[in-house]
């Protein structure tokens, strides 16, 4: 691995990492009215495309700190959908 993919890695764990606590405040108040439907919708669909334009072109730093990112939005988005 070379110093541009493992600055990519690192560079992509560190925003991933910053879902987290979003993530575990809202699993634990159950509370997502300060979050915005819309916004995490189109987040979450611009970090799919995220990942298939990473299998394109084949860049794993891409793919899987996007993949993690999806991860972590996602309940965001769901929890938000289920507790309006």
């Known amino acids: 691995m070379n110093f541009v993919t493992i600055l990519g890695l690192i560079a992509g764990i560190f925003t991933t990492i910053s879902f987290l606590p979003q993530v575990i405040k809202t699993w634990r108040t159950r509370s997502t009215k300060d979050i915005s439907l819309e916004m995490f919708a189109i987040f979450c669909f611009g970090i799919l495309l995220w990942i ?8 794993l730093p ?15 988005l769901l929890f938000k959908i289920k507790y309006k």
């Open 52 to 59: 298939i334009y990473g299998m394109i072109i084949n860049n």
């Open 62 to 76: 891409i793919i899987f700190t996007n993949v993690a990112t999806l991860s972590l939005a996602l309940p965001i």
